[in-house]
């Protein structure tokens, strides 16, 4: 009796060469992560795939959707997988290509991994296609852009058949890349952003900005609430809350009203980047996309910008706002956006926020307050949310926090000759 498994295809790993090896490993942990729930059996690679077997009935197919969600995954197919005798994967094929859905058309597609099996892949084309034949009596055979395929890999002793699949997210496996700290509001464009760097194999750390105490806490649940919807696909390990609502204050009583928003930008955008050093976070990640609000022109893009040493990504500055809404509701964080909470960019905002910041004007009122002052503080009222997420390993040294995360000057003095390496804080 043939089992049900999963088989997984992956290209651009493939394409990876001396590092093809870790980054399957890598996709497999992730697949391992993504189904903790499910009774998986074992998690190998054969043969250009990656193969996840069950111990229950019925898992296989629950699971396809989920393994198809995580970074690094081309495509996920149902395969049944049987022995070497033909009436068994002929049988097989017949039941693969029932369970396919509708076509008209089809054909048989065969490999052999090793050669020890005397059926070459012509003959096993030419026998499973005479068995669906028989089978299906009203279909066609056709070679070029059937409607259905079925697949049939023989592997050592083992044939996988299959014909249903579907697609995956692509990309890369979470944890290939390094790590980014990711700017999250709980609006549309922000968990897009970070999707898409946690696609690319980033591990994805976000902070947020709360407007506690001035506003309620809500917009904090709603970030933890989009996190767990990307879970367990994408694996997110801690997110750090700022309430920042006090500090807006401060900066909105002492500041142009038209400069505020980006005041608060610049303070977010220096908190953010201390995170990082401390996380060992090569980069911010922001959801800005040029133009969408009054923030978000090249200027203002560059006045806040200029605070920050590491690069920033925003994934999303040439996107249309109709393109990041399709792919919020693809991952499910649409409607978590969509309802309201008061954060920090609801609060305290300009009726008339300037457009095109002159660079003269943003330093002047940098100057008004405290900044320095303010993002110690800030950093120092940090906290953190964690979650299960085997790919994100938490900076070992909490208590070093302090001076990792003090003021560039303070730093200056204190190590005047030394600079600090951020990766002996971390726990690998
Ligand atoms: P989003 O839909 O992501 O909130 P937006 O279109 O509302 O974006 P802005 O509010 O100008 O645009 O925010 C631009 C970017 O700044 C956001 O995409 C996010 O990366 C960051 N950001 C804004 N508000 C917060 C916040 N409260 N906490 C953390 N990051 C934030
Ligand atoms: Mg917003």
Not at 70 to 90: I, Q
Not at 179 to 202: E, Q
Not at 348 to 359: D, S
């Amino acid at each position: 009796m043939a089992s049900r498994v999963c088989l997984v295809h992956y290209h651009e790993i493939g394409l990876k060469g001396k590092n093809r090896s870790r980054f399957e490993h890598v996709l497999m942990d992730s697949i391992k992560a993504a189904l903790a729930a499910f009774s998986v059996a074992t998690i190998t690679r054969i043969s250009g795939h990656i193969l996840v077997t069950f111990s229950e009935r019925g898992e296989a197919e629950a699971a396809m959707p989920l393994i198809a969600k995580v970074p690094g995954v081309a495509r996920c197919s149902l395969a049944f997988h049987t022995n070497r005798e033909p009436a068994e994967y002929c049988k097989a094929a017949i039941e693969a290509l029932r369970e396919f859905g509708s076509f008209e058309t089809f054909k048989a597609a065969s490999r052999r991994s090793n050669t020890d099996y005397e059926l070459t892949s012509m003959d096993l084309n030419q026998q499973v296609g005479e068995a669906l034949c028989l089978a299906f009596p009203d279909k066609k055979v056709k070679m070029k852009d059937p409607d259905a395929t079925v697949h049939v890999l023989v592997v050592q002793g083992s044939v996988y058949v299959y014909a249903k699949s579907i697609r995956g997210v692509g990309g890369l496996p979470q944890g290939s890349a390094d790590k980014v700290v990711t700017l999250l509001s709980s609006g549309i464009d922000s968990p897009v952003a970070t999707w898409l760097l946690a696609r690319r194999g980033a591990v994805t750390v976000p902070v947020h900005f709360s407007g506690r105490p001035q506003t309620a806490d809500t917009s904090e649940y709603l970030c933890q609430d989009i996190i767990r919807e990307l879970a367990p696909a994408v694996q997110i390990g801690r997110m750090y809350v700022v309430p920042f609502g006090d500090c807006q204050r401060e900066i909105s009583l002492k500041t142009p009203s038209d400069l505020r928003v980006i005041m608060y930008r610049r303070v977010m955008y220096s908190v953010a980047e201390r995170i990082a050093k401390l996380e060992g976070a090569k980069a911010l990640v922001t959801g800005e996309s040029l133009g969408q609000v009054a923030s978000q022109t090249l200027e203002n893009i560059m006045a806040v910008n200029e605070v920050v040493d590491i690069p920033v990504f925003r994934p999303l500055i040439g996107s249309d706002k109709q393109e990041i809404i399709a792919r919020a509701q693809q991952i499910g964080t649409y409607d978590i956006s969509c309802q309201t909470a008061p954060d920090c960019c609801t609060l305290f905002m300009p009726r008339r926020p300037e457009t095109h910041a002159k660079l003269d004007a943003v330093h002047e009122a940098w100057e008004m307050f405290d900044h320095e002052a303010m993002i110690e503080h800030l950093v120092d009222s940090v906290e953190y949310v964690d979650f299960d997420a085997p790919v994100y390993h938490r900076p070992r040294a909490m208590k070093a926090r302090h001076e990792v995360l003090a003021p560039r000057e303070t730093r200056v003095r204190n190590h005047s000759d030394k600079t600090f390496d951020d990766e002996e804080l971390l726990e690998k």
